[in-house]
T-cell receptor, first 114, second 113 residues
């Protein structure tokens, strides 16, 4: 069974601080996505990374895919209260392109206090 | 149109009721999904439809019955649910053979009383 271990599970920080969320696995993924979900809403796709070592930036968010495509990180610089939400990583197992099935991490609940 | 639309947004049903959840997308995506999500937990896959055919059933109890009438619509029929089935039910879609991310709907908040 393929697993994605996401850490930390909960994070409460002050506005302006930096943070990093990690997703790790012993399995290789063909792609990995990061989603952000607000209460009562569906997850919203932030980014997809597909190449080992790839780094993508989305304003204050930096996403990295590990060289071996087994892990990923999300770094937020100068967090703002609007960044509050549940962050989910999700990986597409190698060979899953004909099913579309994703493996989700357990999620990180982020609270940014003003 | 880059949205997945789910109705209703909220649903309260008794354990003997029959109800249906609806999902619609017009992005030309050929894979559609039903997920169940409990508070502060990741979504759990229930069903996958590819080209309107059921391709994955994650051992979901028969009181949940999916249906895909056409490439844009996905229904989830509910019957004789239990209180523990109360959750946020999410529909998602993605391009077939392109596992680069889902577009999720806003979900239906289901409460079984």
């Amino acid at each position: 069974t393929q697993l994605l271990e996401q850490s930390p599970q909960f994070l409460s920080i002050q506005e302006g601080e930096n943070l990093t969320v990690y997703c790790n696995s012993s399995s290789v993924f063909s792609s990995l996505q990061w989603y952000r979900q607000e209460p009562g809403e569906g997850p919203v796709l932030l980014v997809t990374v597909v190449t080992g070592g790839e780094v993508k930036k989305l304003k204050r968010l930096t996403f990295q895919f590990g060289d071996a495509r087994k892990d990923s990180s999300l770094h937020i610089t100068a967090a703002q209260p609007g960044d509050t939400g549940l962050y989910l990583c999700a990986g597409a197992p190698v060979g899953s392109s004909n099913t579309g099935k994703l493996i989700f991490g357990q999620g990180t609940t982020l609270q940014v206090k003003p | 149109d880059t949205e997945v639309t789910q109705t209703p947004k909220h649903l309260v049903m008794g354990m003997t009721n029959k109800k249906s959840l609806k999902c619609e997308q017009h992005m030309g995506h050929r894979a559609m999904y039903w997920y169940k999500q409990k508070a502060k937990k990741p979504p759990e896959l229930m069903f996958v439809y590819s080209y309107e055919k059921l391709s994955i059933n994650e051992s979901v109890p028969s009181r949940f019955s999916p249906e895909c009438p056409n490439s844009s619509l996905l229904n989830l029929h509910l019957h004789a649910l239990q209180p523990e089935d109360s959750a946020l039910y999410l529909c998602a879609s993605s391009p077939y053979k392109d596992n680069y991310g889902y577009t999720f709907g806003s979900g239906t908040r289901l409460t079984v009383v």
